[in-house]
C-alpha cells in the first residue's frame, strides 16, 4: 500500500499511521470508557491527549467543545445543545448574573417530541399524498443550572461522550465552577472527557474534593524510549525508509515529546526528498538529519521568541507610582541559567525564589507574596499575554513549576550556548 508522508509522521489533527497501542495508557482508557465515571486526560502539548480519544471512539460517539479564555460553563452548555439539533427559542430575561459572569436565568425554551408515542400522526399534503406528523411538548430550563441541562439532555435521549478540549484555557472561576457541576453530570449518568495542558494529577480535585471516586485520570506522559523506537520502525516500513543512522539521535533530542519526534521524523523525510512511499528503500543521512534540526529550530525560535518578548512585557509604572519587579523578566533570565537536567525535571518554588532574587537589581524587595502571586496566576497571565499553548504551569499542591510546551525543551536544548535575550529588549530599559 502507498502511503503520502503526512500520513505516516508529523502532527495533525488527524490520526496518522504511525499511532501505537500503549498498554499502560490505552488500555486504562479503554476501560475507562466502560464507566460512568468522568474521564481526565492531562499532560503537556502535543503528546497526544486528542489522539488518544479519536483512537478509540468514532466521531458518531461524542461531540466536541473547544474552550477558550472567555468560555463560561453557560457556553459549554449552549454548545453541548445546539449539537444535539436542539430546536430552541432563546428567552433573556436577565436581571442578575452569578459569580462566575453567567447570566443566571437565561433559560431555553425546548420542543421534543411528546413522550410516550412521540405523537406521531397522519396528515394530508396538497398533493393529498400521506405525510407524518410529531406532535411536541414545550419545556423550559435554565442554562446556569447543570441539572436542568442533564435534564434536557435525558429528554432527548442524549447518549454520546462529551469532549471538553482546551480546559485549561477556562479561568480558574468557571473551573471551579464547571468541577461541582461534573458532580451533577455523574449522578445523571453523562460522561464527559476533559482534555487538558498540564503535568499533575487532581487538578480537578483541587476545585472539588467530592469529585474522589467520580474521575478517571489520564496523565499521556510519560513515553519511553521504547515507544519511540516502535514509532519510528512502524513509518520506516510504511515509507520504506531506514533511520538507523540517525534514529538514536531522534529519540534523545525529541526529549520526551512524541510531537516533536513526529515533525524530527517528518522534516528529515521532506530533506531526503521522501513524500510518500518509495519503490526502493533509502536510507536517511546525518546530513539529513542535521538540516531538519535546523529547520525545527528556525521554526519553533520564532514562535518561542514572540512568547518570550510578550511574557517580559510590563509597563514600567504601576498604578501606584511604584515601578514593578519585573518578576517575568528575571524569571526567564533565571530559566537561562539553570542546568537543563534541572528544568526537565521540575523547579522547585524555592529554586525559583532564590533564583531571581540572586540576578534581581532589587533582590531585597523580592518578596515570598511576590512569588505567590506570580506562580499562582502563571498560566492565566499566559493566556492573557497571547501566549497559547502556555509554556508553564505551576502545580500547588507540588509547588513545582515544569515546562508544559513540549517543543520549548528542543528549544532550549538548541540555544544553550546563546544569549536567548541578546535581542530581547529589557522591559526596565524602556
Known amino acids: 500500500m502507498r502511503y503520502i508522508l503526512k500520513e505516516v509522521f508529523g502532527v495533525s489533527n488527524n490520526l496518522n499511521e504511525t499511532y501505537i497501542y500503549r498498554e499502560k495508557i490505552d488500555s486504562i482508557f479503554i476501560e475507562a470508557l466502560s464507566t460512568d465515571k ?3 486526560i492531562y499532560g503537556a502539548s502535543k503528546q497526544g491527549k486528542t489522539y488518544l480519544y479519536k483512537r478509540h471512539l468514532d466521531p458518531n460517539e461524542y461531540i466536541i467543545v473547544e474552550c477558550s479564555p472567555t468560555t463560561k460553563t453557560i457556553d459549554i452548555y449552549k454548545s453541548i445543545l445546539r449539537q444535539v439539533g436542539v430546536s430552541s427559542n432563546m428567552i433573556t430575561n436577565v436581571s442578575t448574573n452569578d459569580i462566575n459572569g453567567d447570566k443566571a436565568n437565561l433559560s431555553l ?4 417530541p411528546y413522550a410516550g408515542e412521540l405523537g406521531v400522526g397522519l396528515g394530508i399534503n396538497k398533493e393529498n399524498s400521506v405525510t407524518e406528523t410529531k406532535t411536541f411538548s414545550t419545556y423550559e430550563y435554565n442554562l446556569s443550572l447543570s441539572q436542568d441541562v442533564s435534564e434536557a439532555l435525558m429528554c432527548l435521549n442524549f447518549d454520546k461522550k462529551i469532549i471538553i478540549e482546551n480546559f485549561h484555557y477556562l479561568t480558574d472561576d468557571t473551573q471551579r465552577k464547571f468541577a461541582f457541576d461534573l458532580r ?7 460522561q464527559f472527557i476533559i482534555l ?4 499533575e494529577k487532581n487538578r480537578l480535585l483541587q476545585f472539588n474534593g467530592d469529585l474522589v471516586d467520580r474521575i478517571n485520570e489520564i496523565p499521556v506522559e510519560p513515553w519511553t524510549t521504547g515507544d519511540f523506537h516502535r514509532i519510528i520502525t512502524k513509518g520506516e516500513e510504511l515509507l520504506n525508509v531506514d533511520f538507523n543512522l540517525i534514529r538514536d539521535a531522534i529519540v534523545s533530542d525529541a526529549f520526551n515529546s512524541v510531537g516533536v519526534l513526529q515533525e524530527l521524523c517528518k522534516e528529515v523525510c521532506i530533506d531526503a526528498k521522501i513524500f510518500n512511499t518509495s519503490k526502493a528503500q533509502i536510507s536517511l543521512s546525518e546530513n539529513n538529519y542535521i538540516n531538519s534540526v535546523d529547520q525545527k529550530v528556525e521554526h519553533y525560535s520564532g514562535r518561542h521568541f514572540r512568547s518570550f518578548e510578550a ?3 510590563q509597563n514600567s509604572i504601576q498604578k501606584n507610582g511604584v515601578k514593578p519587579l519585573y518578576i517575568p523578566y528575571y524569571f526567564l533570565k533565571m530559566l ?3 542546568r537543563f537536567e534541572e528544568i526537565q525535571r ?3 518554588r524555592s529554586v525559583i525564589h532564590d533564583g531571581i532574587k540572586e540576578i534581581h537589581h532589587r533582590h531585597e524587595n523580592v518578596r515570598s507574596s511576590d512569588m505567590s502571586h506570580f506562580l499562582h496566576n502563571i498560566v492565566k497571565y499566559q493566556i492573557r499575554k497571547g501566549i497559547t499553548p502556555p509554556l508553564f504551569d505551576y502545580d500547588i499542591s507540588s ?3 515544569r515546562i508544559i510546551d513540549s517543543t520549548l525543551f528542543f528549544y532550549l536544548r538548541y540555544f544553550r550556548d546563546k544569549n536567548i535575550f541578546e535581542d530581547i529588549t529589557n522591559p526596565m530599559e524602556k
Open 38 to 40: 468522568h474521564i481526565i
Open 109 to 112: 425554551k425546548i420542543k421534543v
Open 196 to 199: 487538558g495542558i498540564w503535568k
Open 336 to 338: 537561562s541559567n539553570i
Open 311 to 313: 511574557f517580559i512585557e
Open 399 to 401: 509547588r513545582k513549576l
Open 346 to 348: 521540575g523547579l522547585k
Open 184 to 190: 451533577t453530570f455523574h449522578d445523571c449518568n453523562m
